[in-house]
C-alpha cells in the first residue's frame, strides 16, 4: 500500500553566516506565539478567500440569528427566523450563532473590522438578555424540554453538540475580543449544566453519550477550566470523556469502524486539550494515535475523511469509502484543529505536511469562488459535482466551520515553540512583532508557483532563532539564497531550516522549491488513482454539471446524476510517461483513458461547477458506487 502522504524524514539543520559571531547570537530576542492581529494576509488565495468569507458574515443579521433565542427566553422580536437548519422544525437550530460568533470574533481582530466587533459586542449583550430573562443560567434557541428527551435517551437532534457551539463561541469572544460578558454567560451555563448532569450519574450518563452528538464539550470545558479555574466546568470536562470512544483508543486499539465521524474528531480535540491542561500523558498518546489511525489509514488524499459521515470500514479498505457523500467538510476543520495541537507538542514537520495537504486540497475547494458559500460532502465518487449552500437557507453543521475555516487562516501561518519562529505555511502575509521590533513580509507564488520569498525588517540587527519548513512534496534540487548568497547545506524534504543568526533590516531568504509530480493508489485493491503536484491534488476536469438547480445545494451530489469516468492508461512504473504537463503556471495536465481520449486534470481548487474526479479508476472495472443517501438532520 503507498501511503497518501509521503515518508517525512525529519531533519534540523543550523547554520551561522558572516559577520555574525558566536558570541553576537548567544542570547536570542524572546518571542510569544504570534496572536492573529499581529498577522495581515496579502494577495493570494487565501486572502481572496477570507474577503468572500468577511462579506458574507457582514452580510449576516445578528437580529435573524437571535430570533429563536429570544422566542424562547419570551423576549419579543420583529426578525425572521433563517431557513435551513435555523428554522423551527430543524433541533439544530441555534448552532449557528456559536459559529458566528467564533467566527467574527477572530475575524474583527484578523481584519480590524470595527463592524464586525461591534456586531460580536451586540450578540452577546442580548444572549446576556437572553440567559436573564430564563432566571436559571439557561441559553438555548431550543426549550430545555430538548434536554430532557436527550438525558432520558429519547429522540432528539443532538442538544449537545448545538451547546457546544454555543459555548465555543461565547468563549473565543471573550478570547478574542476580551468580552468579558461572554465569558459570564457560558460559565453560568456550565453551571445550569452541571446542575443537570451531575444528578444522572455516570453510569447513566455513559449510556446518554452513546446515544447522542456531543460536539467538542470536553474541549470547551477544559478550554474554560484552563482560563478560569472553575471546578464545575473540569469536573463537566471529566463527565463528557465518553467510554466507549476512548477506553480501546487508550488501550492502542483502532475501534473507528462504525463511528460517527465528526462526532469522534472533536472528543480527540478535547483530549488533546485535557493533556495540555492536565499534563496526563495518556491523553498524548491517545491524540496521536487517533491522527496515525485516520490519516494513514482512512483518509483521502486530499486530507479529507468520512463516508456518510461515518468510517465505513477497516482500516486502510479506502476502496469502498469512495461515496458521492465522502469527505464532509466539518471533518477536515476538526482534523487541522487536533494537528495543530499535536505540532504545538513535537514540531515535527509531518503536521504541517498534512495541514497544508488539507488546507489546500479539503478547505479552499469547498468555497465557492463566487458566492462565498461553503460545501457540505466532498464527493469522492467519481464523476460527481460539487454543491453549495445557501445564504440564508442552508446553515448545516459545514456552514458553520466553513464561516470559521477563513478566519482561522492566520493562526496556522507562523508558531512559536522554544523561543523558536517558525514559518509552517506558505501564505502571502506580514507577521509584525512591534514589541519585539521587527517584522516578516512572506511573499510566495504557491501553491500554483514555486517560491518563497521572507524579508526581515527591524531597526537595529536582532537574534533571532527562525525555522522554515521544508515540504516534503519537494525535491532535493530545491534552492535556498539569503541576500542573493546560495546555500549549499540544505535539509531534506520533509524537515526544517534552522536559522540562528543576527538578522538585520533587509535581509532576504529566498527559496525556490522544486515540485514533485506524485501519485497515490486509493488502497487496499489499488484500482483507483489520485495524481498531484506539488501540495495540489489534482482533479479530473469534465462538462460542466447541468442538475437541477434545486440538487446544486443539497447537502452533497447524492441525488444527482455522475458522468461516466473511463479507466485511464496508468503505470507505478515510469507513471510520469503517462502524464503530461500542458499547461505550467495554471498546473494543467492531461491523462488518457484506454480508449485514447485526453482527460484534462487542474488543481481541486480550481473546480467550480464541472463534474470532476479527484479518483481515477485505472482498469476496466467499474468503481464501486456507494448509493446510500444520508440526509444529516435525520441522525439520532
Known amino acids: 500500500m503507498k501511503n ?3 515518508c517525512l524524514l ?30 495581515t494576509l496579502s494577495d493570494g488565495p487565501w486572502q481572496n478567500a477570507m474577503e468572500l468569507e468577511r462579506n458574507y458574515l457582514l452580510s449576516l443579521d445578528p437580529e435573524r440569528l437571535l430570533f429563536h433565542f429570544r422566542k424562547v427566553s419570551g423576549i419579543e422580536t420583529d426578525a425572521k427566523e433563517y431557513g435551513g437548519w435555523e428554522m423551527e422544525e430543524r433541533e439544530l437550530r441555534g448552532h449557528s450563532i456559536g459559529h458566528y460568533l467564533s467566527a467574527v470574533s477572530r475575524m474583527a481582530k484578523l481584519t480590524n473590522d470595527s463592524v464586525l466587533n461591534s456586531r460580536c459586542e451586540y450578540t452577546v449583550k442580548e444572549l446576556k438578555r437572553c440567559q436573564e430573562s430564563a432566571g436559571n443560567g439557561y441559553l438555548s434557541a431550543w426549550p430545555e424540554e430538548y434536554l430532557d428527551r436527550v438525558e432520558n435517551m429519547e429522540k432528539v437532534w443532538a442538544p449537545y453538540y448545538t451547546l457546544h457551539k454555543i459555548l465555543a463561541g461565547l468563549f473565543d469572544c471573550y478570547l478574542y475580543c476580551d468580552n468579558k460578558d461572554a465569558l459570564d454567560v457560558a460559565l453560568k451555563f456550565s453551571h445550569y449544566l452541571h446542575s443537570r448532569i451531575s444528578p444522572l450519574g455516570n453510569e447513566h450518563f455513559q449510556k446518554v453519550l452513546d446515544k447522542t452528538e456531543q460536539g467538542g464539550m470536553n474541549e470547551v470545558f477544559w478550554n474554560m477550566y484552563a482560563e478560569t479555574g472553575d471546578t464545575i466546568c473540569r469536573n463537566l470536562a471529566i463527565d463528557f470523556y465518553q467510554n466507549s470512544y476512548f477506553d480501546p483508543l487508550l488501550q492502542g486499539k483502532d475501534n473507528l469502524k462504525g463511528w460517527h465521524s465528526n462526532s469522534f474528531i472533536p472528543n480527540v480535540v478535547g483530549i488533546a486539550r485535557e493533556f495540555e491542561v492536565t499534563g496526563d500523558i495518556s491523553r498524548q498518546q491517545m491524540s496521536e494515535r487517533f491522527w496515525e489511525q485516520v490519516v494513514n489509514t482512512r483518509s483521502f488524499v486530499t486530507g479529507g475523511t468520512s463516508n456518510g459521515e461515518h468510517w465505513n470500514s477497516d482500516p486502510c479498505h479506502m476502496h469502498t469509502e469512495l461515496g458521492p457523500e465522502a469527505h464532509e467538510c466539518c471533518c477536515t476543520y476538526n482534523m487541522i484543529k487536533l494537528t495543530d495541537h499535536l505540532w504545538e507538542w513535537t514540531t515535527n514537520s509531518k503536521y504541517q505536511d498534512y495541514m497544508e495537504r488539507a488546507l489546500t486540497n479539503a478547505i479552499l475547494p469547498t468555497q465557492n469562488k463566487e458566492t462565498g458559500m461553503s460545501m457540505y460532502y466532498v464527493s469522492m465518487a467519481p464523476g460527481y459535482y460539487k454543491t453549495w449552500g445557501t445564504p440564508d437557507s442552508s446553515f448545516w453543521c459545514c456552514t458553520g466551520t466553513g464561516m470559521e475555516n477563513f478566519s482561522r487562516i492566520a493562526e496556522y501561518i507562523y508558531g512559536v515553540k522554544d523561543n523558536r519562529l517558525y514559518i509552517n505555511q506558505f501564505i502571502s502575509s506580514k507577521l509584525d512583532y512591534e514589541v519585539s521590533g521587527f517584522t516578516i513580509s512572506q511573499e510566495t507564488t504557491l501553491p500554483l508557483g514555486n517560491n518563497v520569498s521572507l524579508e526581515i525588517q527591524c531597526g537595529k540587527p536582532l537574534a533571532i532563532q527562525m525555522a522554515v519548513r ?10 535556498v539564497t539569503l541576500n542573493g548568497k546560495a546555500l549549499d547545506a540544505k535539509p531534506g524534504p520533509g524537515s526544517y531550516l534552522l536559522l540562528d543568526r543576527v538578522w538585520k533590516n533587509g535581509d532576504k531568504l529566498e527559496i525556490a522549491f522544486s515540485p514533485q509530480l506524485w501519485y497515490s493508489l486509493l488502497p487496499i485493491d489499488n484500482k483507483n488513482v489520485a495524481f498531484g503536484f506539488g501540495p495540489l491534488v489534482l482533479a479530473a476536469k469534465f462538462e460542466e454539471a447541468k442538475e437541477d438547480e434545486k440538487l446544486m445545494h443539497r447537502y452533497g451530489p447524492y441525488d444527482g446524476t455522475p458522468v461516466e469516468v473511463p479507466p485511464i492508461r ?14 505550467e503556471p495554471k498546473r494543467h495536465f492531461v491523462v488518457t483513458s484506454q480508449k485514447g481520449e485526453e482527460i484534462l486534470l487542474v488543481p481541486f481548487y480550481e473546480i467550480m461547477t464541472e463534474h470532476y474526479s479527484v479518483y481515477l479508476p485505472i482498469d476496466t472495472l467499474n468503481t464501486t458506487k456507494n448509493n446510500k443517501r444520508v440526509d444529516p438532520s435525520e441522525h439520532i
Request: hydrophobic share 40%; aromatic share 14%; net charge negative.
Open 470 to 479: 521544508i515540504p516534503a512534496w519537494t525535491g532535493n534540487d530545491y534552492a
Open 570 to 583: 496508468f503505470s507505478t512504473e515510469d507513471f510520469t510517461d503517462f502524464i503530461q504537463l500542458v499547461d
Open 4 to 6: 497518501p502522504l509521503p
Open 10 to 39: 525529519v531533519i534540523l539543520f543550523s547554520v551561522a553566516f558572516s559577520g555574525c559571531s558566536r558570541e553576537s547570537v548567544r542570547e536570542y530576542i524572546s518571542l510569544e506565539k504570534p496572536e492573529i492581529e499581529m498577522i
